[in-house]
């Protein structure tokens, strides 16, 4: 039951409401011939140097101009209103009598208005108490739930009452803040359900919940924004000093290449008819080496630099709903809007120091010395020397203890899972069963095979192990857009374009986009799973006392990857390992 303050204002609304529709037809009524019958059809303003073409239409000469300037190329010039097409191109001259009138317009006020008046257009939000051609609104109230021009806004800043209205940017979404169930403003938060609610809420459907007030959860939520806000500008500062120390790298390894031929062009121009051909060829592969590591350098540079425009984006976006206004909407955009995703790389770029070339410039100087007889010999460790020269950048760990540095806990997500597959402990271990599981209905989750993805979105360089028991297990990464809900080879890890799987059985099997690959075998019980996602690679190994490469992709990621699991027997299972 509404009290009597809450009566009282729900009436003085309604007659508020009431007044201004009848102001704005009336307003509307008297000036929207005038206005509509001397305006231009396509810039929407009052006339200026009317004209008037074939089919009688009538248009501002500078419109019509540039409208008929853009079908020059068709040779085929039509009217923007009934379409009606001329050969040639009419020539424009000017109408006086229709000029004067647009004049006299002006002359009476109308005119002025119209001009002044700023109409919505398909993107804008209109006011809601304009008739007719609809003005822009400035404001939109969320007592009044309405929207408003300069005009229609009076009353909430004249009439006491209304002057306690809070007053907001304008928005499409005021209906978003009433309540469906009560009809009510909603200006409660259901910590419980996570939603918004309105003040009759708590009393049946949310009864018991734990609910504070829109603007109270706003505060809460704020300041975690905050946080995460200060963790992206964190990163922003870690991954330009990455840059810096990607710039700097590629200018020494330019400056010891230039170092090097220099050198080099020195020395074997003492034995020009001897070595005039390798010196060519040793100089074209410096420069060819030169050219790989730097693109190599640059290329990692530029997906920092990708990286750090997401980030400001986010950030933008963050800031952008920090100031927004309206409790509900933020608290709807809170939870998109303050994820951020694993930080693809947390670790910087280590370059150790070198003098690039130096071996090279070595081997030349002993092939002066040996002259003749060790050209022929000596040539192949100065090719070797310049292959083996490289950035330092990013190198696959060689010991266990070494991926054991990029390891990674995975849990399988609840809403991937197939009904035939059981969940257990703590969503670590999956096992395939012959009863159907009663799971609710997801748009994630496979209902054609038994497969399962990962929570966690995967980037940078991660490292995880699987312990698999039963046969016909695939351990697999898979972009998260993949097909869930066909029966086709879309939704099959391995079997499509969007899917790395390997097959561990008696015979084991590597399997991307439909295309089989052989695999050394037999493979033990624990898989090792290794990414680099950046560098583009994805290795397997059989763990036992030692560690053995099974298989290893070479190729680029565009986008994050997710670990999964397919299970293909009854009793096969498949647990995520813990790792220390």
């Not at 000017?94 to 109308?110: D, H, I, S």
């Not at 300069?150 to 004249?158: A, C, I, S, V």
């Amino acid at each position: 039951m509404l009290n009597r303050s809450e009566l009282k204002l729900l009436s003085l609304k309604v007659k508020l409401n009431q007044s201004l529709r009848h102001e704005a037809e009336m307003e509307q009524k008297g000036v929207q011939l005038d206005q509509e019958t001397f305006s231009c059809s396509i810039c929407l303003d009052l006339l200026k140097d009317p004209v008037a073409i074939p089919c009688g239409h009538s248009y501002c000469m500078s419109c019509i101009k540039t409208h008929w300037d853009g079908e020059d190329e068709k040779n085929i010039h039509s009217c923007p209103q009934c379409r009606q097409t001329f050969t040639p191109r009419p020539v424009l001259v000017k109408n006086t009598m229709l000029a004067v009138l647009v004049e006299q317009l002006k002359k009476t006020g109308l005119g002025a208005a119209a001009a002044d008046h700023c109409y919505a257009g398909a993107e804008d939000v209109a006011c809601d108490f304009c008739t007719g051609r609809k003005l822009k609104a400035v404001k939109s109230c969320l007592v009044c739930l309405a929207s408003y021009c300069d005009k229609h806004l009076e009353h909430h800043y004249n009439v006491a009452p209304l002057k306690k209205h809070k007053l907001v940017d304008p928005s499409e979404k005021l209906q978003e803040n009433v309540c469906s169930r009560h009809d009510e403003v909603m200006k409660m938060f259901c910590r419980t359900d996570h939603q918004c609610i309105c003040y009759l809420c708590p009393v049946d459907e949310h009864k018991g919940h734990d609910t504070v007030s829109s603007a109270v959860e706003r505060t809460e939520r704020q300041t975690e924004l905050e946080v995460s806000r200060q963790k992206i500008q964190q990163r922003i500062k870690d991954k330009q000093k990455d840059m810096k120390v990607l710039q700097q790298e590629a200018e020494a390894i330019s400056r010891c290449a230039d170092e090097a031929v220099e050198k080099n062009h020195k020395i074997l121009t003492e034995l020009i008819q001897l070595l005039e051909e390798r010196r060519r060829d040793v100089e074209q592969q410096i420069r060819s080496k030169e050219k790989t590591e730097v693109s190599r350098v640059k290329e990692l540079e530029s997906k920092l630099e990708q990286e750090i425009t997401e980030l400001r984006r986010k950030d933008a976006e963050i800031d952008k709903l920090s100031h927004t206004h309206d409790h509900n909407q933020f608290l709807l955009q809170y939870p998109s809007v303050s994820q951020l995703r694993e930080d693809p790389d947390s670790s910087h770029i280590h370059v150790r120091p070198q003098s690039y070339f130096e071996d090279v410039m070595t081997a030349v100087s002993e092939l002066r010395d040996k002259l003749q007889l060790s050209l022929t010999e000596e040539w192949t460790n100065i090719s070797l020397s310049i292959t083996q020269t490289q950035v330092l950048l990013e190198l696959e760990p060689q010991t266990r203890a070494g991926f054991l540095q990029y390891s990674r806990q995975i849990t399988l997500d609840p809403n991937t899972v197939n009904e035939r597959l059981s969940l257990s402990e703590e969503n670590k271990r999956g096992t395939c069963i012959s009863q159907t599981q009663s799971y609710p209905d997801h748009p994630d989750r496979f209902s054609q095979w038994f497969q399962v993805l990962s929570r966690e979105s995967l980037t940078g360089r991660c490292y995880w192990e699987v312990e698999w028991r039963g046969g016909g297990v695939y351990v697999a990464v898979v972009y998260k857009d993949i097909k869930r809900k066909t029966s086709s080879y879309e939704c099959v890890f391995g079997s499509n374009d969007k899917s790395w799987a390997l097959y561990c059985n008696n015979s084991p099997e590597f399997y991307h986009n439909r295309v089989q690959s052989s695999v050394p075998g037999p493979v033990s019980s624990r898989i090792g799973v290794y990414l680099d996602h950046t560098a583009g690679i994805l290795s397997f190994y059989s763990i036992s006392e030692t560690m053995t490469l099974i298989h290893r992709v070479q190729t680029t990621f565009t986008q994050p990857l997710y670990a999964g699991l397919r299970l293909r027997y009854v009793g096969s299972t498949a647990h995520f390992l813990k790792l220390h």
